[in-house]
């Protein structure tokens, strides 16, 4: 098998034109059990493991871990706790961002909050002589591109993330997970959510309101998939529960029940 280790732009549209695969970012093409006759390998890209960060957000290189971005973050931080549960430790010290985006499982933890924040990729194709910048799309490795970073918007300070999963066991890959993004505007709240694992793309929904018009409104969107088992739907429905209740302390911390 050859080895090719891209430095230009030129020689990444050389391989997407070949069709070779390309890795660093992701790993799954070598998992398959298939043998290419080549790679293409953007961990040797200037800046593969590099992590930027400024009031906009965070840029990504190819080769940037699921750890050591969590590292960048910082124990604390509402993406960190959403990392933190993705996979093994040894999962996360060898899976990269970029992988999840570029090779996506019909259950992906981190695509749903990455397409929430309405987060970005630099690719290359071979249409343009420069790098492109466009939304993270699922899945990407059905188009003839490779990315060489992801830039993913900083949460806004009036915004929470709250994430579930449900999964057979802690080490096993998740059956379904829920992610939602809410912000308050005075009295009223704006909500978006995905839920992965229901179908083979993800289902995105939205509300506002008041808490019990999102409440109600989330209820409904669950309830009224008709293409969902009612084993997944009840799954769901207990985790906007789990979701609504940490949500509605956080709000009413304090106050006398």
């Known amino acids: 098998m050859r080895w090719i280790e891209p ?3 030129q020689e990444v549209q050389a391989c ?6 390309i890795i660093g970012g992701g790993t799954w093409l070598l998992q398959d059990g298939h043998n290419p006759r080549a790679v293409c390998d953007l961990r040797a890209w200037a800046g593969s493991d590099e992590i930027t960060h400024d009031a906009q957000g965070w840029t990504l ?3 940037v871990t699921l750890h050591a971005w969590h590292e960048a973050l910082g124990a604390n931080h509402q993406i960190s706790q959403i990392l933190s549960l993705i996979g093994s430790p040894a999962f996360r010290r060898v899976a ?3 992988g999840v985006i ?3 499982q019909p259950v992906a933890d981190l695509y749903p909050l990455l397409r929430l924040l309405q987060s970005s990729v630099l690719y290359i194709d071979t249409a343009h002589d420069f790098i492109q910048n466009d939304l993270a ?3 990407e490795s059905v188009q003839e591109r490779a990315i060489v970073g992801v830039k993913v918007p900083e949460i806004p300070k009036a915004s929470r993330v709250y994430f579930r999963k449900y999964a057979k066991g802690r080490m096993t890959r998740p059956l379904v997970n829920f992610t939602v993004i809410m912000s308050s505007q005075d009295s009223r709240w704006d909500i978006t959510f995905m839920a992965s694992g229901l179908s083979v793309w993800p289902l995105q929904g939205a509300a506002c309101g008041s808490p019990q018009d999102i409440d109600y409104a989330v209820r409904h969107w669950i309830l009224e998939r008709q293409d969902v088992n009612q084993f997944y739907q009840a799954l769901i429905l207990n985790m906007w529960q789990d979701i609504y209740q940490q949500w509605w302390n956080e709000n009413n911390r304090g106050i006398a029940l």
């Open 96 to 98: 990269t961002v970029i």
């Open 137 to 139: 799309s699922w899945p």
């Open 7 to 9: 430095s230009t732009i």
């Open 16 to 21: 997407l034109a070949q069709r070779v695969p």
């Open 61 to 63: 290189g190819p080769n």
């Open 102 to 104: 570029a090779n996506p």
